[in-house]
């Protein structure tokens, strides 16, 4: 069968802002966590915010931005998994189902760990809840980034570039 | 609204994001937990007064010890 290829946009400028922000932040929170308190909170200050900036953006943002394109039911998610592993699973052109569950759990784990940390005005007893929930959200920033290998060897794209171009290549058999 | 409108909004958020980010830099703000900071600081001086103390009475024990016995060496 023949396969038609084109390149359009599907991360608009704030999805891409907020990806490249959130990485930035994230490596200078957990690098400044023991060391330099001042920059540790204003990090996570501006983890606040941009997470706060995605729901709002989930809800009212561009195609592929919006919470209702992406996040399907869960069981979707072990099909989506079973279907890679047998060497399947279909390219989506937006957030694949894994990827979307992914994206839930992270703004999850990152307002948590927030939480925590500004419940650390309270006392030291959050400090090791804070800490659990930081090496947790390490966790999935590492499972993120093996699904985007494998989902990029898998497909034959680099998603890395999508995500700073924006574009990606719409095949015809894309979901 | 259209998709060419929501993208244009899009860069309106990537201004929040830069306003935010030139924000938190410039603020003063207060610490949320001075106590631990100050406690994280006294363990790294602890930690740093042990780990050079150590080294410092290692390395006069292995001068005197050179010194006492020249043969050694």
Same mark, same amino acid.
Not at chain 1, 9 to 19: A, E, K, T
Not at chain 1, 51 to 79: M, S
């Given at each position: ?35 330099? !308190? ?34 399907? !039911?869960? %069981? ?84 890395? %570039? ?14 | ?32 937990? *001075? ?5 994280? &600081? ?10 050079? &103390? &150590? ?5 006069? &024990? ?7 016995? *020249?043969?050694?060496?």
């Amino acid at each position: 069968m023949e396969v038609k290829e084109d390149r359009i946009l599907v991360w608009d400028p704030f999805v891409r802002v907020f990806h490249w922000s959130l990485v930035t932040a994230f490596v200078v929170a957990w690098a400044s966590g023991d060391e330099w !308190a001042s920059l540790h909170e204003r990090a996570g200050y501006f983890i606040g915010t941009l997470v706060v900036l995605r729901v709002v953006w989930g809800l009212i943002g561009t195609r592929h931005a919006r919470f209702t394109d992406f996040v399907v !039911a869960p %069981r979707r998610v072990g099909e989506y998994l079973n279907a890679l592993r047998t060497g399947g699973g279909e390219r989506y052109l937006g957030h694949n189902p894994a990827g979307a569950w992914m994206i839930v759990s992270l703004l999850v784990m990152l307002t948590l760990t927030i939480g925590s940390g500004l419940l650390m005005a309270d006392g030291e007893q959050w400090e090791e809840l804070h800490e659990a929930l930081a090496w947790a959200t390490l966790l999935l920033v590492l499972l993120h980034v093996a699904g985007v290998v494998v989902s990029g060897l898998l497909h034959h794209e680099n998603l890395v %570039r999508a995500m700073v171009t924006g574009r990606k290549v719409r095949r015809q058999l894309d979901v | 609204m259209s998709e060419q409108g929501l993208l244009r909004l899009s860069w309106f958020f990537v201004a929040l994001v830069i306003a935010s980010a030139v924000m938190l830099a410039r603020l003063d703000l207060p610490l949320i937990a *001075p106590d631990v900071e100050r406690e994280h &600081g006294e363990h790294r001086h602890d930690r740093e007064r042990d780990t050079y &103390g &150590g080294l410092v009475q290692w390395s006069s &024990g292995l001068v005197q010890t050179v010194v006492a016995n *020249p043969d050694t060496v």
